[in-house]
């Protein structure tokens, strides 16, 4: 074995398919090729050097690699210990619907003109959007990333960056979503349903629930079932009913979403509420 492993798959984010990639590569050689689309990731671990547009680039871990759409190139490692990265394969029209969203317009196809280049904060928002993509069962949390870091990278790499419009006095529309997710809040909601019902852009409503909330959509939508959650473990509901009737995966999920939120897990928080109702009646 020479510890190379892969996970390839395809996945449907926007309304728009496209492939995902995490590897482990050691001896593993990629010929030249092209990809239709845009080939956009992080190196997670060792190195990668790859042959693009007339040049050899090196890509170490840290870096953010982007390919443009129709662009021949290659990849090998650079040390012996191989690369590990995650890789995603986005369309064109999908990365020109992020800029035309950022824009307030509709405009071309972005085109990166560094392959390779250092930026923590894209680094870490495109590896933990790569994460979700992988395992959240959220429409609503895999739509809201995906696009929230395809306009990050476009508005600090692409060549033309897009200018985010100015928010407005949206506040019905706010106030729709909300309602929108405290009815649903149950359901697999999607970024495009959300938008629809607050009559605004995916990126412009991703925006006002972050500037004027503080939170992105799936944030506040986690914040509404475990408010639910609550109360129905103050009814005496099991843990796993509850899991079911707010929307979470399973238990485990409603476990670890809960202790995010309310710092102690569903069984702890119940028995705490018992115990001071104990010492209440016994007062």
Do not use: C
Not at 21 to 36: G, K
Not at 107 to 120: E, L, M, Q, R
């Amino acid at each position: 074995m020479n510890g190379e492993h892969t996970k390839f798959w395809q996945t449907t984010e926007l309304g728009i398919e496209f492939e995902a990639l995490v590897a482990t590569y050691v001896t593993h050689s990629f010929t030249r090729h092209i990809h239709e689309g845009f080939a956009i990731g992080v190196i997670e671990r060792g190195g990668e050097t790859f042959y693009y547009r007339g040049e050899i680039h090196l890509a170490p871990a840290g870096s953010v690699v982007v390919i443009n759409p129709g662009e021949v190139h290659t990849g090998q490692a650079i040390t012996p210990q191989g690369w590990t990265y995650r890789m995603i394969y986005p369309s064109a029209d999908l990365l020109a619907r992020a800029a035309s969203e950022v824009a307030g317009h509709e405009i071309g196809i972005p085109f990166f003109s560094k392959a390779v280049f250092y930026d923590p904060v894209v680094f870490e928002n495109l590896r933990q959007t790569h994460v979700i993509l992988e395992q959240s069962r959220s429409a609503l949390e895999r739509e809201t990333r995906l696009l929230w870091t395809l306009t990050q990278l476009v508005r600090r790499h692409a060549d033309q960056r897009p200018v985010p419009t100015t928010l407005g006095n949206e506040h019905d529309a706010l106030a729709q979503s909300q309602a929108y997710i405290r009815a649903h809040y149950a359901e697999d909601i999607s970024l495009e349903t959300l938008a629809l019902v607050a009559h605004l852009s995916p990126f412009h409503l991703s925006r006002l629930f972050r500037e004027r909330l503080g939170l992105p959509p799936h944030a506040y939508l986690n914040q509404i079932r475990i408010n639910r959650a609550k109360e129905l473990l103050n009814h005496g509901w099991s843990i796993a009913d509850i899991a079911l009737a707010t929307g979470f995966a399973d238990q485990s999920h409603l476990n670890k979403a809960f202790k995010r939120i309310v710092g102690v897990a569903p069984g702890q928080y119940r028995k705490i509420r018992q115990d001071a109702t104990t010492r209440y009646s016994l007062d």
